[in-house]
């Protein structure tokens, strides 16, 4: 069965604060990693990984994957209040059809 | 290009109840997923359509819940009787093989439903 966990949980930082969180997996046939933002219902789309060691960078986040480890990091750096959501990590599978299992996620608390 | 629309946002029905929620994917993605997100945890699969065939519904309750994707478009999902430990988010999301950014998935805002 595969597996996605996320670390830490939760975590509470204040503005200006660089964040790192963490998705180890455990999935066969890995096509992609993907990392989304949740503020209130729908995910919304952050990074896609696919290749080892290349970082994929938006503004203030940025993520790499390790697929020899088998893990991934998200980086927030200069940490805004704007910035508080549950941050999701998903795997998909190298047949067709995407379909996603994800971590539990890390509920990122900013403030001012 | 909409995005993927689903209906109701919320829902509030009592034990034992039945709900149904509807889902219209993103004109032309063959692949429909339902995925169930209670609260402090991630999404998690119920089902997955490709066109109007099922290809995995392993995760979904069979006794209660019961999905349908007619003319391989629209989707509805129906849990009847609702239990207490039902009450969650219902996220639907489609997809295509096409689609390579953002891994080719596209979230619809979900519906969140308490049971009481």
């Known amino acids: 069965e595969d597996k996605v966990v996320q670390s830490p949980l939760s975590l509470v930082v204040h503005e200006g604060d660089t964040v790192t969180l963490n998705c180890s997996y455990e999935v066969t046939n890995f096509r992609s990693l993907l990392w989304y933002k949740q503020e209130k219902k729908a995910p919304t789309f952050l990074f896609m990984l696919t290749s080892s060691g290349i970082e994929k960078k938006s503004g203030r986040l940025s993520s790499i994957l390790d697929k020899k480890e088998l893990f991934s990091i998200l980086n927030i750096t200069a940490t805004q209040t704007g910035d508080s959501a549950v941050y999701l990590c998903?795997?998909?599978?190298?047949?067709?059809?995407?379909?996603?299992?994800f971590g539990g996620g890390t509920r990122v608390l900013v403030k001012p | 290009e909409a995005g993927v629309a689903q209906s109701p946002r919320y829902k509030i029905i009592e034990k034992r109840q039945s709900v149904a929620f509807w889902c219209n994917p993103i004109?032309?993605?063959?692949?429909l997923y339902w995925y169930q997100q209670i609260l402090g945890q991630g999404p998690k699969l119920l089902i997955q359509f490709q066109n109007n065939g099922v290809v995995d519904d392993s995760q979904l309750p069979k006794d209660r819940f019961s999905a349908e994707r007619l003319k391989g478009v629209d989707s509805t999902l129906k849990i009847q009787p609702a239990k207490l430990e039902d009450s969650a988010v219902y996220l639907c999301a489609s997809s295509s093989i096409r689609d390579t950014g953002e891994g080719g998935y596209t979230f619809g805002s979900g519906t969140r439903l308490t049971v009481v």
């Open positions: 004109s032309g993605h063959a692949t």
């Open positions: 998903a795997v998909g599978p190298k047949a067709a059809g995407n379909k996603l299992t």
